[in-house]
Each structure stands twice: as structure tokens, then as C-alpha cells.
């Protein structure tokens, strides 16, 4: 069974940064696309970014590109997120997948494994 663990959320005023960490268990790794995704209270999970762990090839959504940089350490077992010009609509839980089925996706669907989730709370 795969685990995911994510760490790295908090409280930021707006315009701040933060950076987000899910360390991955050695068969969540099998994975070959991490992923981040967000769930702001009250809506549906929404896809950040993406990374292929083979290539390193990375993706955004239009509402992060330029703000927002995923990256990984493999020595670490570990992707991040690195955040920044935060905004209140940046508010929400930010949960780590991984998946197997394609490394520009942004739907859950396409992810198999998940973690808790780490909240951030921007203030104005």
C-alpha cells in the first residue's frame, strides 16, 4: 500500500510564499507521475502541477504557471511545491497524488494514490 505524506502548509499573508513537501513510501514511488492538487472548502479538487518522475517534465494549471514550481528529490522520496505571490484564492488543502496513466494530467481520476493533505490559509 502506498503512502503519502504531505507537509509544508500554514498560515501566510498575501503576496507570501510557502513551500510544500509530500514524501512518498517506496511503493508509492512505483508511480511514475506525481502530482499536486487543491481542494479550496466547499469545491472540488483542482489540479496544480505535475511532474514525471522519469523525465522531470513538469505541468500547470493556467492559474498557478509562474507562481507556483514543482520539483522532486529523489534521494529524498520527496516532491515539493513551491509556492509563491500567494493569494486568498490560493486557500485550501493541498493534497499529493501519484499516478500511472499520463504525465500532463490534471484530473483526479487519473491518480491512484493520495495523501492527507496539508492546509494554507492565505490572509488578506
Known amino acids: 500500500q502506498g503512502v503519502l505524506v504531505e507537509s509544508g502548509g500554514g498560515s501566510v499573508q498575501a503576496g507570501g510564499s510557502l513551500t510544500l513537501s509530500c514524501t512518498a513510501s517506496n511503493f508509492a514511488r512505483a508511480y511514475p507521475y506525481m502530482a499536486w492538487f487543491r481542494r479550496p472548502p466547499g469545491k472540488e479538487p483542482e489540479g496544480v502541477a505535475t511532474i514525471d518522475s522519469g523525465s522531470g517534465r513538469t505541468y500547470y494549471s493556467d492559474s498557478v504557471k509562474g507562481r507556483f514550481t514543482i520539483s522532486r528529490d529523489d534521494a529524498k522520496n520527496t516532491v515539493y511545491l513551491q509556492m509563491s505571490s500567494l493569494g486568498p484564492e490560493d486557500a485550501a488543502m493541498y493534497l499529493c497524488?501519484?499516478?500511472?496513466?499520463?504525465?500532463?494530467?490534471?484530473?483526479?481520476?487519473?491518480?491512484?494514490?493520495w495523501g492527507q493533505g496539508t492546509q494554507v490559509t492565505v490572509s488578506s
Open positions: 497524488a501519484a499516478g500511472a496513466i499520463s504525465d500532463s494530467s490534471l484530473k483526479p481520476a487519473d491518480y491512484q494514490q
